[in-house]
């Protein structure tokens, strides 16, 4: 039994950044205290910092008594199966895991990944909409503090090809010019989400 505890800690402790103020915040899926709440409903509570790509882990799940999302086996109805490295459009400019604020990266909420520490400071989700929320209060004054950020203003991402780097908040992008407000010098919408 100890041995198995020890596992389970260490495992634990390996999904927690030290610069994450609250890994265990209902936001990262870990809460689940109230029964009626859709905290938790990918399983056992674990403390946890980051979080995986829609995009490339897909997303989706059967809808449970307190209508949450579980296994996945509701995918052909509505929601994004995996994919392989071969079908993603640009995995070396493609986000998979990451520093995060919520239990999922999804394009829409990309705020998230700019300032993964928001949800911890402020106890609600960064705004959707990417840039298009920058000058919308209160994000725009939020943005400009340094708390809400987990690595001097920015996050340390794992990219869909294997390499990691950290990433200015100011230079994530969504991948979507709905989301990102604009388009590459080339006029190509940056592959990045």
């Known amino acids: 039994m100890d041995v198995a505890y020890h596992a389970v800690c260490e ?9 994450d103020p609250n890994p265990k915040n209902g936001w990262s899926g870990y809460d689940n205290t109230n029964p009626a709440s ?29 209508g949450c999302f579980g296994d996945g086996s509701f995918i052909p109805d509505w929601g994004m199966a995996p994919r392989s490295m071969a079908a993603v ?6 986000y998979m895991i990451a520093d ?13 990944l700019k300032a993964a520490n928001y949800t911890r400071v ?9 840039i298009t929320a920058d000058n919308t209060e209160p994000w725009k004054s939020a943005i400009q503090q340094a708390s809400i950020y987990r690595h001097q203003m920015g996050s340390n991402i794992v990219f869909g090809d294997g390499h990691a ?29």
Request: net charge negative.
């Open 38 to 66: 859709c905290d938790d409903a990918w399983g056992i509570p674990t403390p946890i910092s980051y979080a995986a790509s829609d995009e490339m882990f897909g997303y989706g799940g059967y809808q449970n008594p307190n």
């Open 165 to 193: 780097k950290f990433r200015n908040g100011r230079t994530i992008h969504a991948g979507d010019d709905w989301e990102d407000g604009f388009h590459a010098p080339d006029g190509n919408i940056p592959r990045e989400y």
């Open 122 to 130: 402020t106890n609600n989700s960064a705004p959707a909409g990417g």
């Open 89 to 94: 459009p640009s995995p070396a400019s493609t």
């Open 11 to 19: 495992e634990q402790a390996d999904l927690v950044c030290p610069s």
């Open 100 to 112: 995060y604020g919520r239990e999922l990266i999804e394009s829409n909420w990309i705020n998230n």
